[in-house]
């Protein structure tokens, strides 16, 4: 079973700042690899899949990267409404949330 | 309009029974996987059980035997039968459509809104 490692569990970074999520798989998923974002009291939201290509309707200040074990979320320059729970997903697998929060 | 709207959650008692209903919309459930994926309160998310568009099921080690996927294809609506419930399965149950391409892989494309289950006495 592949375990997925989100780290850091919390981010506190200011608006306009940028922001870097990691997720580490515990053994190689290629290019397999989603990230979503949940706000409080709604449905996550695809945001990346194929670790790098962006869902239909996602700004570009979203973007990720990597392959094999090692995958990263950039959000640019952090929104108001960018302040959520973001989480990588491998197939069945999630990984535990990094919460993106206001400095 | 592409939607997933799911029904059926509330308050159950330790061992007890309750069908979620998933009805979707804007496009056909029996032509995609379909997945049902679950919040427990504070927690993160855990998936649960998904059924191919050949009708091959699987589950999750902690629902296996006591969870049942299935789908009505006349209605184009996907279901979770849950039985012998325990406290553990309290959560947010999401109903979800499982997007896979050879390339990029696989990822959670459209999300309902969830219904809530509480298992308690």
């Known amino acids: 079973e592949i375990v997925m490692t989100q780290s850091p569990a919390t981010l506190s970074v200011s608006p306009g700042e940028r922001a870097t999520l990691s997720c580490r798989a515990s053994?190689?998923?290629?290019?397999?690899l989603a990230w979503y974002q949940q706000k409080p009291g709604q449905a996550p939201r695809l945001l990346i899949y194929?670790?790098?290509t962006r869902a239909t309707g996602i700004p570009a200040r979203f973007s990720g990267s990597g392959s094999g074990t090692e995958f990263t979320l950039t959000i640019s320059s952090l929104q108001s409404e960018d302040f959520a729970v973001y989480y990588c997903q491998q197939w069945y697998t999630f990984g535990q949330g990094t919460k993106l929060e206001i400095k | 309009e592409v939607q997933l709207v799911e029904s059926g959650g509330g308050l159950v008692q330790p061992g007890g029974s309750l069908r979620l209903s998933c009805a979707a919309s804007g496009f056909t459930v029996s032509s995609n996987y379909m997945s049902w994926v679950r919040q427990a309160p504070g927690k993160g998310l855990e998936w649960v059980s998904v059924i191919y568009s050949g009708g091959s099921t699987y589950y999750a080690d902690s629902v296996k035997g006591r969870f049942t996927i299935s789908r009505d294809n006349s209605k184009n609506t996907l279901y979770l039968q849950m039985n012998s419930l325990r406290a553990e399965d309290t959560a947010v149950y999401y109903c979800?459509?499982?997007?896979?391409?050879?390339?990029?892989?696989?990822?959670?494309?459209?999300w309902g809104q969830g219904t809530m289950v509480t298992v308690s006495s």
């Open positions: 053994q190689s998923v290629s290019s397999n």
């Open positions: 194929g670790a790098s």
């Open positions: 979800a459509r499982l997007y896979y391409d050879i390339l990029t892989g696989s990822a959670f494309d459209i």
